[in-house]
Each structure stands twice: as C-alpha cells, then as structure tokens.
C-alpha cells in the first residue's frame, strides 16, 4: 500500500477556476508534508512545504494541514494554463530519516 | 548555480547490458537522493547518501543495482544486465540537511530504455 495517496489522479478546471487536491499518508508516523509540480517533460520543484496544522497561502496557492486525520490539500485559484502539471505530494516520516516518500500524482489540466 | 547535472540525458541499452548514470549535486549540498520515476509507479526512493556516506538503500533492487559517491561533486548509478522494467527516468536530487528542509532539488533526469 502506498504510504502517500493522491486524489483526484487528474482533474480538469477551466482558466480562472479553483483546483483543490488532496493527499493522505496511511502511516501515522508522517512527519511533515511538502507539495511539488512537475511540469511535462521537467523535473519535479518544490512548491510549498507545510509542517504545522492549519493554512498558509502564497500568491494563488494555499495548503492546509490536518495531522489527527494525516491529510494536506492544495488549492488553486483563479487556475492559468500555465499550472497545467503533475502535482506531488512528499511526506517524511519519523522513522525514515532525510528521505521523503511521494504520491502517484494528480494530473492538473486548466483548460483555456 | 547550475543546478543538479546529469548525464546522460538519455541512454538505449540491449537486454542484460550495463548501464551507469552519473550526477553532480549542487555544490554545498550535504545529501544526495536516487529516484526513478515511472508511470505506473511513479516517483520511486531509490537509495541516499548524506556528507558522501550511504545512509539508506532500501529503494534500490538489491542483486542489479548499485550506487556510489566517491567525492562530494560526483554520485554513480550502475545498473547491471539491465531488464526492459528498469526503463524509467532516474532522476537525482540534492539538498542540504538540517531538520527535515525537505527541499529536494532534482536534476533533468537521465531517460533509460532497455530493448
């Protein structure tokens, strides 16, 4: 079982609409969670980390974190084309040192 | 800052041929990481290695595959008699170390296809 899930896998928005996506980790020793975008043919980049409960915001994108229920999400507004991507969700856990575990992804398309 | 290099960017090897990828973290980087990234699985953990030391090998198919970091510019990926499942994007990835940064910084991948 994977330890991060991802959902949607892909999810479709029009241009100037809100994305939400959701990751859970099925281990309770999750330590913290970071969220990445890969663009098509690129290398995946950090796009926002977050280690404690509740919200932070950058520009259009926000994460929330609930610890008791292991489960983070990343919401886009007002989508562009442009954050057309595959989005993964790490977690590290306690017991796993430096290395983080990744999700399968959830493949955002904005549609024009 | 250049960034994580790898080459080759992309490598075609026959069945049961040896394959080496090679990366060059970012200088100043403590921890370097191994992945392989695929469709149907996705991003894989592969093996680490902290201040050049390895640390944790579990992600890495024990019998064929093997990693090294003889100094702290350089990392190798050998991959011994490879099979067509071992075609995927290695990717490697650099950072610093401190309290889980998490902030991993990946090269452009090398794509391997084995025939």
């Known amino acids: 079982q994977q330890k991060v899930q991802q959902s949607p896998e892909s999810l479709i928005v029009p241009e100037g609409g809100m994305a939400s996506l959701n990751c859970t980790s099925s281990?309770?020793?999750?330590?913290y969670f970071w969220w990445y975008r890969q663009h098509s043919g690129k290398s995946p980049k950090m796009l926002m980390?977050?280690?404690?409960?509740g919200e932070k915001e950058e520009g259009r994108f926000t994460v929330h974190l609930n610890k008791a229920s292991l489960h983070t999400s990343l919401h886009i507004r007002d989508s562009q084309p442009s954050d057309s991507a595959l989005y993964l969700c790490?977690?590290?856990?306690?017991?796993?040192?430096?290395?983080?575990?990744f999700g399968t992804g959830t493949s955002l398309l904005v549609d024009p | 800052n250049a960034g994580v290099i790898q080459t080759p960017r992309h490598k075609v090897t026959g069945k049961g041929q040896e394959a080496t990828l090679w990366c060059e973290p970012i200088s100043g980087h403590s921890a370097v990481f191994w992945y392989r990234q695929t469709i149907v699985q996705g991003l894989e953990f592969l093996t680490y290695f902290r201040n050049q030391a390895p640390i944790d090998d579990s992600g890495m198919p024990k019998e064929r595959f093997s990693a090294q970091m003889p100094n702290q510019s350089h990392s190798t990926l050998k991959i011994q008699s490879t099979q067509p499942q071992d075609s995927a994007v290695y990717l490697c990835?650099?950072?610093?170390?401190?309290?889980?940064?998490?902030?991993?910084?990946f090269g452009e991948g090398s794509k391997l296809t084995v025939l």
């Open positions: 790490a977690a590290s856990f306690f017991n796993m040192g430096y290395k983080l575990t």
């Open positions: 281990d309770r020793n999750v330590d």
């Open positions: 990835a650099s950072s610093t170390t401190g309290a889980n940064t998490g902030q991993l910084y």
């Open positions: 980390s977050i280690f404690s409960n």
